[in-house]
């Protein structure tokens, strides 16, 4: 299973980005599918999650109300949609992917562990004044 995040580039606090991941080799029909991210010297964490048929989300506390994931099945792709961004999500982002279970367990945190595929990942950048705005 390949997993090809893209989206990612660098925006002024305030912006927009809407990252993509687009699966090959197999259906993520059938796969509980997440965001995380990582920035440079912190752990890895879990972002936004999103069940097999979309019927169930969740997000980490620190981006309710700003992201939103969602998934095509039909395009076999995933996206999470970033609002209102600020420096403190600047991150290297990567898509995954889980059994179906995990996303309808009661648990609402994130276990790494419990995601098989992960992708490369893209970079989002939250900067201040002077930055660029460039989309890779």
């Not at 990582?38 to 169930?56: D, F, H, L, T």
């Not at 792709?77 to 990567?94: D, H, K, V």
């Amino acid at each position: 299973v390949q997993l090809v995040e893209s989206g990612g580039g660098s925006v002024q606090p305030g912006g927009s980005l809407k990252l993509s991941c687009d699966v090959a080799d197999y259906m993520i029909s059938v796969y509980c599918m997440a965001w995380f991210r990582q920035a440079p010297g912190q752990m890895r964490v879990g972002v936004a999650r999103i069940s097999m048929n979309s019927e169930r989300t969740t997000y980490a506390d620190t981006v309710k109300g700003r992201f939103f994931i969602s998934r095509d099945n039909d395009k076999n792709a995933i996206y999470l949609q970033m609002n209102n961004l600020i420096p403190e999500y600047s991150a290297m982002y990567y898509c995954a992917a889980a059994p179906a279970y995990i996303c309808t367990s009661e648990f609402v945190g994130f276990n790494e562990g419990d995601f098989y595929y992960w992708g490369q990942g893209t970079q989002v950048t939250v900067g201040g004044q002077g930055t660029q705005v460039t989309v890779s």
